[in-house]
């Protein structure tokens, strides 16, 4: 994984351009492109920017290395606008809530792993001068007009499909250059989450009582909670701004937003620990909220005690135990659980890095090993299957070299498809390099 000296530079640099996007001593935004009778600005651009350095970990060093990216990106923005401009046309798809905020957790989970750990990921986000939510916020429209997009092509491309003569004549034609089937895996796990013991919890919660308490004798809030908040909530004073009800977990908006101007909460706890929370302010269906937030950790013993039941877990398992059930009994994956924790398969050379040293060589099929710490908790893992690297045949791999070739022909149809839409719609580009 990338780490944050790496990630912020980057994102430094697209600082810097955003400065040669607006005009010169103007704080006026300008249009980098016109599709059809929308525009995109060049907030959008260096917003996006921002989203492919996080995601990607491209790290332009210079001028030139910076305006092609930046021509890279507004090409793509102008292609997904064509695309969004006639899946809006089609009133048979639609997009549900539910589903962006999921993709927009996915999504942040994702960026997250281009960092050495979750807390560099957020110490970058505070040097922009974001949180999670704000960057939540702040591309939660893209995310949906994403999801849009492609299932308006997924509706275009379903009824797509190879003969056995294309998949034959895709294979002689890139036969040279497909890549050989790489060194894999298929694992299974066990999660054990390393969580906060309840005498932990107990003394986190009375201490934000006892804050919260001095607040209601007269301390400052913002000042409470510039002191005394972790995580980065108590920048500004732990001033949120304007909320609206669909921007704060349900367990934060339930008491918010039955305070009146100038009310405290109670102590109140959400997934991220325990909040006092101010109103300061009503607009409508916003707040202008200020808290106090004091996060949860586990204890060294808390550690320890989960290291001491993962040992005993993979001492079962080595000594005849089922793991699949060990797995359903135990794993903190509610998505491999079920499953008796398979994960599936993997690619060696692509395992994150917390793996590597655990996965890579190994070869003993139905062997556990572990305990495997990551941000998400420890994980014990047993070796399912292995295949090692060697090139694609027709006999042996047909179904995936047809998945190659149907994909090589969408891809080709997207691409007409731009092409066509480019020439019934008015594109102007307008980006001074």
Same mark, same amino acid.
């Given at each position: 994984?990338?780490? %944050? ?6 994102? !430094? ?27 995109? =600005? ?19 060093? &210079?001028?030139?290395? =910076? ?17 969004? #401009? ?8 639609? *997009?549900?809530?539910?589903? %962006? ?37 702040? $591309? ?7 999801? #849009? ?21 895709? $294979? ?29 919890? /107990?003394?986190?919660?009375?201490? *934000? ?7 209601? /004798? ?14 980065? !909530?108590? +920048? ?11 921007? @704060?977990?349900?367990?934060? +908006? ?6 009146? %101007? ?5 102590? @109140? ?33 808390? &550690? ?8 005993? =877990? ?23 659980? +079920? ?7 993997? +690619?060696? !050379? ?8 655990? @996965? ?13 710490? &990551?941000? $998400? ?14 090139? $694609? ?41």
């Amino acid at each position: 994984m990338r780490t %944050v000296r790496v990630i912020l530079p980057t994102i !430094a640099m697209v600082a810097i351009l955003a400065g040669a996007l607006f005009a010169q001593g103007q704080m006026v935004d300008k249009i980098v492109a016109v599709v059809g009778d929308e525009v995109i =600005l060049a907030s959008e651009l260096v917003s996006q920017l921002q989203l492919v350095t996080l995601q990607s970990g491209l790290r332009p060093q &210079t001028q030139a290395e =910076l305006d092609s990216l930046q021509v890279q990106v507004l090409d793509q923005m102008v292609s997904d606008r064509l695309f969004l #401009l006639a899946a809006r046309e089609d009133t048979s798809i639609s *997009v549900r809530s539910e589903e %962006v905020d999921a993709a927009l957790d996915e999504q942040v989970s994702r960026i997250s792993q281009n960092f050495d750990s979750y807390e560099e990921f957020q110490q970058a986000l505070t040097a922009e001068g974001m949180t999670i939510r704000e960057l939540k916020k702040r $591309y939660r429209k893209d995310i949906e007009n994403q999801i #849009l997009k492609q299932r308006y092509i997924q509706q275009r491309l379903s009824t797509v499909s190879v003969s056995r003569r294309e998949v034959i004549e895709f $294979y002689d034609k890139f036969r040279d250059s497909i890549p050989n089937q790489p060194e894999a895996v298929k694992l299974a796990h066990i999660l054990l989450e390393i969580q906060p013991s309840t005498e932990v919890e /107990d003394s986190v919660q009375q201490y *934000v009582t006892e804050l919260r308490q001095r607040i209601l /004798d007269g301390a400052d809030f913002a000042v409470i909670s510039s002191q005394y908040s972790t995580g980065g !909530a108590g +920048a500004n004073g732990g001033d949120l701004g304007w909320v609206s009800r669909a921007d @704060v977990v349900p367990e934060f +908006a339930r008491p918010a937003f039955n305070l009146s %101007v100038g009310d405290i909460s109670g102590v @109140v706890r959400t997934p991220f620990g325990y909040h006092v929370i101010k109103c300061e302010g009503k607009k409508e269906d916003r707040l202008h909220l200020r808290h106090l937030l004091v996060e949860v950790k586990p204890s060294a013993e808390d &550690t320890t005690f989960a290291f001491q039941l993962a040992d005993s =877990l993979l001492g079962a398992a080595q000594n005849g135990d089922d793991f699949e059930q060990m797995a359903k009994a135990f794993s903190a994956d509610d998505e491999t659980r +079920a499953q008796g924790g398979q994960l599936g398969w993997f +690619a060696t !050379a692509q395992l994150p890095p917390e793996f590597t040293d655990v @996965v890579v060589g190994w070869t003993t099929v139905g062997e556990y090993r572990g305990p495997v710490a &990551t941000q $998400y908790g420890l994980h014990l893992l047993k070796l399912l299957e292995y295949q090692t690297e060697r090139e $694609y045949t027709l006999d042996d791999d047909f179904d995936r070299l047809k998945e190659l070739a149907r994909q090589d022909k969408t891809g080709r149809l997207v691409d007409a498809w731009i092409e066509e839409f480019k020439k019934e719609t008015y594109i102007s580009y307008r980006l001074d390099m």
